[in-house]
Antibody, heavy 123, light 109 residues
Framework: QVLLQESGPGLVKPSETLSLTCTVS??????????WSWIRQPPGKGLEWIGY???????NYNPSLKSRVTISVDTSKNQFSLRLTSVTAADTAMYYC???????????????WGQGTLVTVSS | EIVLTQSPGTLSLSPGERATLSCRAS???????LAWYQQKPGQAPRLLIY???SRATGIPDRFSGSGSGTDFTLTISRLEPEDFAVYYC??????????FGQGTKLEIK
């Protein structure tokens, strides 16, 4: 069974950098067809895709966040991470990591999710 | 940029009734790349449907998906008490590479 677990500070000051890590167990993060995503949800609002990592290091980001987002992988720890710079109160949200599988013929959807971690941006 | 618009925003029904939720895309989406999720308060979303009409593992057969092009539908044939939640559609592959609809809240009438 694949398990994902987010970790990181629950409180970040405005203008600083938000950093979160997702630890994956029960499966290898290096499998080429897997897409490792960060998705967030502001309180009381809908889901917003932030970006994903695939094919051992390739990334794709939401254009609305692209200038501030970096997703990276640490294969030795079976982890992937999110960095979001210059945060404001609008970045306050539950942050989820999730896994999908994809090919030209197939998109599995996000079957595996972490439990989420709430990050508040406040001074 | 593809925008997914879900309707209605809120759907009020009673247990035993049939629910029909709509997801409309601003541009054509491949049916291979359309998924639906259910989210209950305090929980991560749960995958219901992928590839427009394939049920994810463990999803009851009262959930079904259909559609093509720009119009997709999630149908719950007979509502159970545990089905009252928020539902999201999601697309993969087009700009942006992933996006979600704004959600439909299914509430008890």
């Amino acid at each position: 069974q694949v398990l994902l677990q987010e970790s990181g500070p629950g409180l970040v000051k405005p203008s600083e950098t938000l950093s979160l890590t997702c630890t994956v167990s029960g499966g290898s993060i290096t499998t080429s067809s897997y897409y490792w995503s960060w998705i967030r949800q502001p309180p009381g609002k809908g889901l917003e895709w932030i970006g994903y990592l695939y094919n051992n290091g390739n990334t794709n980001y939401n254009p609305s966040l692209k200038s501030r987002v970096t997703i990276s992988v640490d294969t030795s720890k079976n982890q992937f991470s999110l960095r979001l710079t210059s945060v404001t109160a609008a970045d306050t949200a539950m942050y989820y990591c999730a896994r999908a599988q994809a090919s030209y013929e197939f998109w599995s959807g996000y079957y595996f999710w972490g439990q989420g971690t709430l990050v508040t941006v406040s001074s | 940029e593809i925008v997914l618009t879900q309707s209605p925003g809120t759907l009020s029904l009673s247990p035993g009734e049939r629910a029909t939720l709509s997801c409309r895309a601003s541009q054509s989406v491949s049916s291979r790349y359309l998924a639906w999720y259910q989210q209950k308060p305090g929980q991560a979303p749960r995958l219901l449907i992928y590839g427009t009409s394939s049920r994810a593992t463990g999803i009851p057969d009262r959930f079904s998906g259909s559609g093509s092009g720009t119009d997709f539908t999630l149908t719950i044939s007979r509502l159970e008490p545990e089905d009252f939640a928020v539902y999201y559609c999601q697309q993969y592959g087009s700009s942006p590479p992933n996006s979600f609809g704004q959600g439909t809240k299914l509430e008890i009438k």
